[in-house]
């Protein structure tokens, strides 16, 4: 099992840049993918970015190209999201999650472990 805990999530202005984190524990000594996902009021969860084991590979989802950065510190067991440029459509639940691959994976139903999210509020 992997416990993943997002962080980082808040009340921000629109242009402004938030960094979220996602801290993963237990049995993270294998070659883990990750992912973060978003989900706003009412709609279905989204794919925001994804990071393959070694970091050399990354891929985001267009509404969020050009402004977000997925990273990864294997020795810390962390994922970063950083956000720039935010606009008050990126306001969601930010999700983090894993799944055991060497490769990019887009598809939320592949990812086996999720965090329990953080906020994101954008204000205009």
């Known amino acids: 099992q992997v416990q993943l805990v997002e962080s980082g999530g808040g009340l921000v202005q629109a242009g402004d840049s938030l960094r979220l984190s996602c801290a993963a524990s237990?049995?993270?000594?294998?070659?883990?993918?990750m992912g973060w996902f978003r989900q706003a009021p009412g709609k279905n969860r989204e794919f925001v970015a994804t990071?393959?084991?070694?970091?050399?590979?990354?891929y985001g989802g267009d509404s969020v190209k050009g402004r977000f950065t997925i990273s990864r510190d294997n020795a810390k067991k962390t994922v970063f999201l950083q956000m720039n440029s935010l606009k008050p459509e990126d306001t969601a639940v930010y999700y983090c999650a894993a799944v055991l691959s060497v490769r990019t994976v887009t598809t939320e139903r592949e990812y086996d472990f999720w965090g329990q999210g953080t906020q994101v509020t954008v204000s205009s």
């Open positions: 237990g049995r993270t000594a294998t070659t883990y993918t």
């Open positions: 990071i393959s084991w070694t970091g050399r590979s990354t």
